[in-house]
């Protein structure tokens, strides 16, 4: 079975830093490529950063380009997202997303993390 | 920037039938994905490739796309069904991997 489990949320101050994890299990972790997805309090889901399998390829939504890093451990099947310089608009729950083998789009979701930007 | 435009809010009575569309510049043409997510709950897909169901979802729930519009529809609707709905597809930029619609709150009246 398919398990992505994301940990790390918080309550940071702006301008603070966080270092969000999925954990994934029940698949090859290393032939996927993972996503980072947040939803703000009451909104819409918005992609913010991919990386594909090998680490070669990494892309970022406008918004948080600058200042959030997407990394990948292939060993410990393990997805990261290094948070800097947050902003109280970055407050969301943040999900880690497989994609589908055409990455077309995601077929499994974390339950997600929490991250709230405030002081 | 590729967007994807979704009504706010649908309501049906139950065993109706829903309707939840998705515009956008030429969808038809690209593959689209529908989710389903309830209050405190992470997206669950419903349809895959415009059409197609996973496995486990019911045949009440279905999938059409052309031309400017995707549609996703479920028949004999249920107070289960009540949930917001998004839309999405792969616009394959480098600042825009996936783009989701704004959703759709179907209310079950």
């Known amino acids: 079975e398919v398990q992505l489990v994301e940990s790390g949320g918080g309550l940071v101050q702006p301008g603070g830093s966080l270092r969000l994890s999925c954990a994934a299990s029940?698949?090859?972790?290393?032939?996927?490529?993972m996503n980072w997805v947040r939803q703000a309090p009451g909104k819409g889901l918005e992609w913010i950063s991919y990386?594909?399998?090998?680490?070669?390829?990494?892309y970022y939504a406008d918004s948080v380009k600058g200042r959030f890093t997407i990394s990948r451990d292939n060993a410990k099947n393990s997805l990261y997202l290094q948070m800097n310089s947050l902003r109280a608009e970055d407050t969301a729950m943040f999900y880690c997303?497989?994609?589908?083998?055409?990455?077309?789009?995601?077929?499994?979701w974390g339950q997600g993390t929490l991250v709230t930007v405030s002081s | 920037s590729y967007v994807l435009t979704q009504p706010p809010s649908v309501s049906v009575a139950p065993g109706k039938t829903a309707r939840i569309t998705c515009g956008g510049n030429?969808?038809?043409?690209?593959?689209v994905h529908w989710y389903q997510q309830k209050p405190g709950q992470a997206p669950v897909p419903v349809i895959y490739?415009?059409?197609d169901r996973p496995s486990g979802i019911p045949e009440r729930f279905s999938g059409s796309n052309s031309g400017n519009t995707a549609t996703l529809t479920i028949s004999r609707v249920e107070a289960g069904d009540e949930a917001d709905y998004y839309c999405?597809?792969?616009?394959?930029?480098?600042?825009?991997?996936?783009?989701f619609g704004g959703g759709t709150k179907l209310t079950v009246l």
């Open positions: 997303a497989r994609e589908r083998s055409d990455s077309s789009g995601p077929d499994y």
């Open positions: 029940g698949f090859t972790f290393s032939t996927y490529g």
């Open positions: 990386i594909s399998s090998t680490s070669n390829t990494i």
């Open positions: 030429n969808i038809g043409s690209k593959s």
């Open positions: 490739y415009d059409s």
């Open positions: 999405q597809v792969w616009h394959s930029s480098s600042d825009h991997h996936w783009v």
